[in-house]
């Protein structure tokens, strides 16, 4: 670790990738950027896990948006935050982040006037970006050629992990819970900052709005994005809706876990399929599970739970994707901007159509939007391989 940071000071090394470098991946700092993301979903978690008793701390107001309010910055904001991590550097703003994290969580344990708490969470919002854009870039940049797959499946993992421990270990008090989470985020913040490499950033570009125009026309920018849009709009309906529709409290916990499984899996089955392909094959794949589940009846909702971890597959596939169609850490840190707009987009409207639709549509309305998105990937990944 030393003697990579070493040798990013002694010039500007602009190669993307210090595991490929060293010819090994450095698991410590794998590990520890990890950590780093769980907080990332720990900042969704926190307010989620804590929303009746802080209903009751803000009887009158609108806590619901609360929750949101990280997801709506996303929308806003996720592209921008891309050009902004390239200007930055990994490095940096992975620390902003959790610096941000940390200081905006330890103001809502104070539980401050509503409006404040908005304005923190806002804040907060734009330290998760930061975050989501930052550590995956990072992450595929520190490891070899052989591990990257392994290691963007690891971060495909992160939310889902981070929202089961934050289950088990959130209590009663909105007070500890938040300073809580503002605590771990400062500790690892002081963690990476010693043992982070200091690699020269690249001149580049301050973000502006056109960026927007520039990564959407560009398909290797856009296409990791696009599929992990679809794939966020069907995983949160799904997760919500399949256990009632079935009538099987009983899959709530087991359907997450089954994507993360799937996640996990998709490490070693992309070291013999890209990852554009397994991506367009895995929603074709989607598509005719959710097709036997709707068959099968009852016995569904056992067949969900496979389903789902093909699911995981899909979601580790695009994020593997970013450092496969991009080899410069700039061109990563902008796709990986787009992967956190278009994923927060769908996050905040998939459960809101279905449950328009109603629950009996799910089953058809998922299959659809499966066919629809192989299609559309398919076409994506396509014209990015070509150019």
């Known amino acids: 670790m030393a003697d990579m940071a070493e040798a990013a000071e002694t010039g500007p090394d602009t190669r993307p990738d210090t595991g490929a470098d060293t010819g090994r991946t450095p698991w410590f700092l794998i590990a520890a950027l990890y950590v780093a993301g769980l907080i990332a979903a720990g900042q969704f978690a926190k307010i989620s896990?804590?929303?009746?008793?802080?209903?009751?701390?803000?009887?009158?107001?609108?806590?619901?948006?609360?929750?949101?309010?990280?997801?709506?910055?996303?929308?806003?904001?996720?592209?921008?935050?891309?050009?902004?991590?390239?200007?930055?550097?990994?490095?940096?703003?992975?620390?902003?982040?959790?610096?941000?994290?940390?200081?905006?969580?330890?103001?809502?344990?104070?539980?401050?006037?509503?409006?404040?708490?908005?304005?923190?969470?806002?804040?907060e919002g734009a330290g998760h970006l930061l975050l989501v854009v930052a550590i995956p870039t990072m992450m595929a940049g520190l490891s070899t050629d052989r591990d990257r797959p392994l290691v963007m499946g690891l971060w495909a993992t992160f939310f889902g992990v981070g929202f089961a421990l934050a289950a088990v270990l959130i209590g009663d008090g909105l007070a500890p819970v938040y300073a809580g989470h503002a605590a771990l985020a400062a500790g690892v913040g002081a963690i990476l900052w010693r043992a982070l490499p200091r690699v020269p950033v690249p001149p580049s570009a301050p973000p502006r709005l056109a960026d927007h125009l520039m990564i959407y026309t560009t398909p290797r920018l856009f296409a990791p994005g696009l599929g992990h849009g679809l794939y966020a709009t069907l995983f949160l309906a799904l997760v919500t809706f399949l256990p009632p529709l079935f009538g099987s409290p009983w899959l709530s916990p087991v359907l997450p876990l089954a994507g993360l499984a799937g996640s996990l899996l998709a490490g070693p089955l992309m070291r013999r399929l890209p990852p554009g392909r397994l991506v367009g094959g895995g929603f074709m794949a989607l598509a005719c599970a959710f097709g036997l589940v709707w068959l099968a009846g009852d016995a569904g909702a056992y067949l969900a739970i496979p389903a789902m971890a093909l699911s995981g597959v899909v979601a580790a596939a695009g994020f593997a994707a970013v450092p496969w169609l991009n080899p410069t850490m700039a061109d990563r840190a902008r796709a990986n901007g787009a992967m956190a707009q278009l994923g927060n987009v769908g996050t905040f409207s998939g459960t809101p159509v279905i449950a328009a639709a109603g629950a009996a549509a799910l089953l058809p309305i998922t299959i659809a939007l499966c066919v629809f998105a192989a299609l559309l990937t398919g076409l994506a990944y396509r014209a990015a391989s070509r150019r």
Do not use: E, N
């Not at 959790?98 to 809502?108: D, E, R, T």
């Open 49 to 123: 896990l804590t929303l009746a008793p802080l209903q009751a701390a803000y009887p009158d107001a609108p806590v619901a948006f609360a929750v949101s309010g990280v997801a709506v910055t996303g929308i806003l904001f996720g592209v921008m935050a891309g050009g902004l991590v390239a200007r930055l550097g990994t490095r940096r703003a992975v620390l902003w982040g959790l610096a941000g994290s940390a200081l905006a969580g330890g103001a809502q344990a104070l539980l401050p006037a509503f409006t404040v708490l908005m304005g923190l969470r806002v804040a």
